[in-house]
């Protein structure tokens, strides 16, 4: 095949991983003169359950020169803070956040959770969260956008969005198709490969339309018609790590307060998210179908609503894992149909992104050159390997009946009379593979947390999670104990202080919203 | 907690390990470092630093100013390799940055775009500190300094005599205790295999609960006594032995020929233009390769070869066959020969004992540094520090990431081997049937097809780097990146050409530096 340029995109699907696709190329490529075309499948309305994001949007839209009072206001976002897992172990009831910052300060090259565990055995000391300043501000539903001062206690922090995926869906094909998209609606009918190499050609559509490209990008979903049903890539299975293969969604009403969190809270099978948006609540229930039925996962998940349901539920059905390859030939999944990790820490959005950019930062020619879908395939593993063990760490380090004495049970005829959750107790006693153990291991034995370069979750997300679920390490740097106790009190104490006088001198994030909403209307009239 | 320390070595790597632990322990109530030294280093020698070492003097409280009064110094801005990847070859590699991106692409990708256009065009010359060292000038940024053009990053070159007893008068100052004796006897505890006590030759013994083996290659205690394997990486870095030559009056355009043979693969010409004081020259030579370090007054040229390939006579009449023609003064001339062994030991660590310096391994002294491997280690093993039963998952995470550094510095350092061309002598007709490791073999196949940098974790060069050095080795990307494309050609020649006489006139105004 002669070298020659990109000319014809074709994406397949029209949901979050479809139109962010779609919007990025569209603007990034605009001077390569390509056409782009998203085909997308007649849609039955969609529920606006509310996606939780994490900061790395930030960057993406400011990319794509998305201003974000625009994309506030059009999304009906809140912003995030962190998130808030309640009864994932520790003491019953307890929760934890896990937030975009840090906890405490380093001091004499020590990582400050070393300190606070010295003085955890002392008892003299709060929960970790209270050294964190999003965490309290979090839990007082305050917020103010960090300092640029990196002196400032009020630059430890970072934060994302809650937001309408449906609306940013809806957002970006307006942004897409102003920028030449061709919004094309239909049902591929057919897949027409090359004889010799079996490069896709042609996509045909139910009504007889053929559409041709140079690449394509797979954005169908989990069942992966380019990647997998056309090209068989092959899927990795995960659910033997992280089990849940079904999810329920409904929205509520608005929450007063506004937290700027997301939460997830253990159920007996699975848990529960509550995502709050500025005109409602997105909520569901993310379950394992061998230990809880369809039913009584939407039992659970209305139960414990913030109010009545505002529309019919959304029933999802997943497998966890990973496509072998992302990009085969002349087709790059991005989406669900790459993979699937479950949403417990907001990780999907970033995924899309991710593949996005380095799509564009690989982007080949006609000849599809192996070395760039070699090294695509090869550091978005890696990226996706990280998080599955960030996650399947959340199951393990849970207590065997955490799902069982929630307060969700008032009217639950769930297993009333026993005290234990197979499911928690299948994940506990996992056995986890070689290179999570080693981190627990580690962390458990002596409080280090193995640390990476690159990757989405580091050292302080660790420490929110194992410290957050109760896995106490057995020490710390044993140097402490030659530090004056009184003294390192003093220290905390002030720490302490300074954090909570800084987090209570934020405006209230619903006010925030508040006066956003204001300037919105203001522009629009 | 680990509060008894003993450090057995002479070198380098024993002192720069026993200065960190002072700095970082001896604040610490009922610390004791004891450091144990049989033959400390006696004569001048020159050593070649990584930027690093401003961050590590800055670690260990070292005042700037007053260290370069004390320690015979040179600034050394960059490496200045010759004729490895063709005869023509000439590259600085500079420590600093060479061109921000633009538009959020990469600038190297500007650079391939336009070298279809104008094949003369290098990265390098977007490197302020290339450009400078090439000129002999420099001034040392300041705390002050505003323009970004003015933060050339630099290190030293050091005299390692005088560096030594610096960092030792350091660490006594501090409270450590130096002896000075060998060590005749390593007692192991039956139960565990830690070492309790080392038998000295004054007669005395210490005990320790945690000992560093900065022994050299031999690795007394790991290698020896607790029978930790070493593994040859040869294959990759073909030399296992060193001549340093010293002349004490070296001139700043000392003239430097390649070759050991009259098959002289860099023209005598090409030799002459254009390398400075401020640049440690790295010339490829028929059996092996040559750096060349100064400081003032000192001179020291270093001659990498294999045994199998060059035998100690002929290097050294070489080595006198160049002194003759150059009409030196032969005062103060002698010659070292130093056994060198590429690889690295099994494990880094263990039981209470971690190897520093070459007991640790070597992996190569060019574009990272000896020291900045012995600074990087011991630094490690302060952050996973641990207590008196050195639990096994420490051990395990600081050999894990040891290893991948140890990895990471021997793919730099093989590849000026990897992309030598020149075949005419065995050694690198050896040389070019090498295999290999194939994360180097990786990133340079993904660098020339498609002009991106592969990841690997535990990198301890930056990104930027590895592609200056990539580009300086001549592998040509065939592709870039296709956003390089967006500006048009116009626009982009005199963003480069502004660049270029921006650069061109600050370091213009920079003073000259005499050797």
Redesign the interface.
Known sequence: MPEGNIVNIVILGGGSAGWMTAAALSQLLKKRNCHITLIESERIGTVGVGEATLPHLRFFNQRLGIAEAEFMHRTQATYKLGIEFVNWGGAQGQAYIHPFGDYGLRFNDISFHHYWLKLRRTGATAPIGDYSLPVVAAKLNRFQYPSTNSRSILSSYSYAYHVDASLYAQYLREYACARGVVHCIGEVTHVHQHPDNGFIETLTLNDGRNINGDLFIDCSGFRGLLIEQTLKAGYEDWSRYLPCDRAVAVPSPVLRQAPPYTRATTSLAGWRWRIPLRHRTGNGHVYCSAYLSDDEALQLLLTNLNGEAMAEPLFLRFNTGRRKSMWLKNCVAIGLSAGFLEPLESTGIHLIQLAIMKLIEYFPNSVMESAYSTEFNRSMNMEIERIKDFLVLHYYACEENCGVNTPNSHGSTLNPQTKESPFWQYCHNLTLEDRLRHKIDLFSATGHVVNYMEGLFLEPSWIAVYLGQGLLPHSYDSRLDCCNQAQLQAQMRALHQSIANAAASMPLHRQILLSETDEGHRHGE | ??SKIAIVGDGLSALITTATLAK??MR???VEITLIESNPCQRHNVISSSPTLQDFHQYLGIDAEQFRTVVNNSYNLGLHFRGWSSAQQDYVHSFGHSGEMID?VEFHHYITRLKRQKPDLKLEFFSPGAVAARQGRFLPPTEESRSPLSKIIYTLNLDEFDYCNFLRNYALAKGVKVVQASVTDVIVDNDNGFIRTLSLSNGTSINAEFFFDCSGSAAYLLGEKLAVPYISWERYLPFDRRMDCFSSNPGRQVSVSSTFSSTTAVSAESINSNTTSLLNLVTRMDAGFRKRLYIPGLCCEQFYYHSDFASDEQVFSLQQHHLSEKKETEDGHRKKVIALKPGYRQQFWANNCLAVGSAAGFVGDTIISAAHLAQSAVLRW??????RNC?S??R??YNRVTLQEYEHVRDCHALPFLCATDNSSSFWRQVAQVQWPESLTYRV??FR??G?L??Y???SLTPQTWIALLLGFEIQP??Y???A??VSLHVLESHMAKRMKAIGDYVKQLPVIRS
């Open positions: 907690m680990v970082a322990l610490l109530p009922a959020a302060l952050r996973l520090f641990p207590d639990h998952l420490l395990t995470e196949t993904l097809k498609t991106t592969a990841f974790e535990g990198q065939h592709h990146d296709v956003l494309d967006d």
